[in-house]
C-alpha cells in the first residue's frame, strides 16, 4: 500500500494523525492528512476547557468541525480527553472534593452523550501517574483515589458503545515504574471488573536512536491483561528513523495493538515543533521516517 493508513489497514489496524481546527484551511495540511491516514484525534478540541467552557454549558463547535471533517472524509475519530489534571475550564481548576466529583461525573455525561455512538475510543482519564509509578497530585486525584474507576464506569454507562482507554506518555519502558504504576492499576480495574477496554501509550520519545527498554513487552504485557493498546501521540526528536522503524515494529509484533497515532501531520504542525519529530517536513514533503514507518506496516 501507499499510505500510511492503508498500509496499517493491511493488518486490520489504523494509522492516524491528531488535527488542529485552525489549520483545516489549509490544503497542503489538509491534502496529506485525508490521504494518510485513517484515524483522528482533535488535538485540543475536545479537551475540557474546550468542551464545557463554563460549568453546564457545553460547547462542540471545536469538536465537531473536526470530527465532521474526517467522518465525511471516511476517517474514523478517536475522543481526547475526558478527564485530565491539564486543560481544564478556568471553574474547573479551583473545584476540590465533592462538588468536583460531581463536576467530573457531569462532564463526562455531557461530553459523551454529544458523541454517544460516534466515536472509535475515549480517551477516558489522561496522565494521572507520576514518574515514580505513584497517583499524580491533582485536584481530581484529591477528590478520592477512586476517581479513575468512577469516571469509567460513568463512561461506560454514557456510551456503551466506544472503546474506553486510559492514556498517559513515558509508560513505553517497561522497566520503569510508571509502566508498572498503570499496569498495575489496568490489572486492578480487570480483576474487580472495572470497565476499561483500552491503554494508550503516548509515545512521545526524545533523544536517542533506540528504542527504551522493552517497549514491545509492555504493549504485550497490557495486551496479556486483556486490553488493547494503541500508540496515540507518536512524535519522535529529530525523527529518528530507528525509532520510527522500532516503534512500528513493536506494534506490527503485537496482535491487540490495534493502530497507530502521530500527534500531527508536519513538523511545523508540531507541538515540539523545533525537534522536528513528525513523518512529513514543514513543506510538507515525506521524510525518511515516513519511509521507515509505511516499511515496517
Ligand atoms: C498538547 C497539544 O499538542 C498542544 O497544542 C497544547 O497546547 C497542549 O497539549 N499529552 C496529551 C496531549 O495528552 O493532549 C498534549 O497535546 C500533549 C501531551
Redesign the pocket.
Known amino acids: 500500500a501507499s499510505t500510511l493508513g492503508a498500509a496499517a489497514a493491511q493488518s486490520g489496524r489504523y494509522f492516524g494523525t491528531?488535527i488542529?481546527g485552525s489549520k483545516l484551511g489549509d490544503s497542503n495540511y489538509t491534502t496529506i492528512a485525508a490521504r494518510e491516514f485513517n484515524m483522528i484525534t482533535a488535538?485540543?478540541e475536545m479537551?475540557p476547557d474546550a468542551t464545557e467552557p463554563q460549568r453546564g454549558q457545553f460547547s462542540f463547535s471545536a469538536g465537531d468541525q473536526i470530527y465532521n471533517w474526517a467522518t465525511q472524509r471516511g476517517l474514523k475519530v478517536r475522543g481526547?480527553?475526558l478527564a485530565?489534571h491539564?486543560?481544564q475550564p478556568g471553574w474547573m481548576q479551583n473545584m476540590s472534593g465533592s462538588a468536583l466529583r460531581q463536576a467530573m461525573i457531569d462532564h463526562i455525561n455531557g461530553v459523551m452523550a454529544h458523541y454517544r455512538g460516534k466515536l472509535a475510543a475515549w480517551?477516558v482519564v489522561?496522565?494521572a501517574f507520576n514518574e515514580d509509578g505513584s497517583r499524580r497530585q491533582s485536584n481530581l486525584q484529591g477528590t478520592g483515589n477512586d476517581w479513575i474507576e468512577v469516571a469509567f464506569r460513568t463512561a461506560r454507562a454514557a456510551d456503551p458503545s466506544v472503546k474506553l482507554c486510559y492514556?498517559d506518555?513515558n509508560i513505553e519502558n517497561w522497566s520503569y515504574g510508571k509502566t508498572q504504576g498503570v499496569y498495575r492499576m489496568i490489572q486492578d480495574f480487570k480483576s474487580r471488573g472495572v470497565p476499561i477496554d483500552c491503554v494508550g501509550l503516548?509515545t512521545?520519545f526524545t533523544g536517542g536512536s533506540s528504542l527504551p527498554g522493552n517497549f514491545q513487552t509492555t504493549l504485550s504485557s497490557f495486551a496479556a491483561l486483556g486490553v488493547d493498546v494503541a500508540l496515540t501521540?507518536v512524535d519522535v526528536t529529530n525523527a529518528s528513523t530507528s525509532q520510527y522503524a522500532g516503534l512500528t515494529q513493536a506494534c506490527m509484533n503485537v496482535s491487540r495493538c490495534i493502530g497507530i497515532t502521530v500527534?500531527?501531520v508536519r513538523d511545523n504542525d508540531s507541538?515540539r515543533s523545533g525537534e522536528s519529530p513528525l513523518l512529513f517536513n514543514s513543506g510538507g514533503g515525506a521524510k525518511a521516517a515516513y519511509s521507515s514507518v509505511l516499511n515496517v506496516l
Do not use: C, L, R, V
Open positions: 491528531a488542529a488535538e485540543n479537551k481526547h480527553t485530565w491539564s486543560q480517551d489522561n496522565e492514556n506518555y503516548q512521545h501521540e500527534w500531527g507541538w
